[in-house]
């Protein structure tokens, strides 16, 4: 007889709870920062702003994870690096650069074609190839995406939009795969602090090398019709959809998986079209609340499609006991 514990149970379940708190916080970002782009803002300097906030934040809190374990930050400092420069400055300031030439909806939707991506890079780089439960998981939710973006009406496309929403789609892929390295032991906090920091630090040097387009104002953002001052909704980019978001990502990458965390994030469009709905007056139709369906019900069979692990078994008295 087998005792199988209830660990696995409770990190699934945490893993979840981490994903969906995620992607409900990166969802909100497209919204928020259009109110600041129409005001004059450059992608730019909305990212810097966001980001460097995040990395104030969280420099504290991941200090304080660290102790002890600073030998873990030496030896990931490449991994930091990467994840800071693409999983997080280059995914955020092309979804951003995006959003100022086209709707949030296909933006997101080509961002979030990553999924995909983690699943080939799996396959290819370890050897993980996908199963049928997989593969028809990820066309479900492909299916729901669309049906949610509602780009079946012919909806046209800018160009460069497309292109840099591409651009958010590598960094997304990269933040997907990094996330989910349990064997680095950094812990969450560090890994989001350490990376937030090293975007700020990097974007911050293009801008002042004039490389990056650095562009502010005071004027309000207009949300629904509302205009709220213009630190409103940066410190709901830096604390919500940057700070909150990142750690929680990791959080639930070292628990379900950096292919299962990935198609979960695909909430992340239902909450960009909710946010689109609520702060930009972009009702969704009952086509896109299908769509909705559709991507939880690939998220659930793609988790269907797994590999199992091995239950834990304790060991059992002997008969003279």
């Known amino acids: 007889m087998t005792i199988v514990t209830d660990d696995s149970s409770r990190r699934l379940a945490s893993g979840l709870g981490f994903a969906v708190l995620s992607a409900a916080s ?25 980001i460097g906030l995040a990395a104030a934040v969280l420099a504290l809190p991941a200090a304080l994870a660290l102790r002890g374990r600073w030998g873990a930050l030496r030896r990931n400092t490449g991994l930091v690096a990467v994840y800071g420069l693409l999983a997080v400055g280059a995914a955020q300031f092309c979804y951003f650069s995006a959003v100022a030439r086209m709707p949030v909806g296909p933006a997101l939707l080509i961002e979030y074609t990553a999924p995909a991506a983690v699943v080939g890079w799996l396959w290819l780089r370890h050897g993980q190839r996908p199963g049928r439960l997989t593969a028809a998981g990820a066309a479900l939710a492909a299916l729901g995406l669309v049906l949610v973006l509602d780009l079946l009406t012919g909806t046209r496309l800018d160009t460069g939009g497309v292109l840099w929403a591409l ?13 989910a390295e349990e064997g680095t032991g950094l812990p969450p906090l560090a890994l989001a602090g350490g990376g937030l920091l090293v975007a700020a630090l990097a974007l911050g040097l293009l801008g002042l090398a004039g490389v990056l387009p650095l562009s502010a104002g005071t004027a309000p953002a207009v949300y629904a019709g509302r205009a709220v001052p ?41 909450a960009g079209v909710a946010g689109a709905w609520l702060l930009l007056g972009e009702l969704p139709r009952q086509v896109q609340l299908l769509g909705g369906v559709l991507v939880v019900a690939g998220v659930v069979v793609v988790k269907l499609g797994e590999p199992r692990p091995a239950p834990a078994a304790l060991p059992q008295p002997s008969p003279a006991a």
Do not use: H, N, Q
Not at 27 to 47: E, F, I, N, T, Y
Not at 234 to 261: F, H, K, N
């Open 167 to 179: 651009g958010a789609m590598v960094g997304a892929t990269t933040y997907f795969v990094l996330s």
């Open 26 to 50: 990166f969802g909100l970002s497209g919204s928020l920062a259009r109110g600041l782009l129409d005001g004059g803002w450059s992608p730019g300097a909305v990212v810097l702003v966001r």
């Open 230 to 270: 213009w630190w409103v909704p940066l410190l709901g980019l830096g604390l919500v959809t940057a700070a909150v978001a990142y750690v929680a990502g990791i959080a639930a990458g070292r628990r379900l998986g950096s292919r299962l965390a990935s198609f979960v994030a695909l909430l992340e469009v239902v």
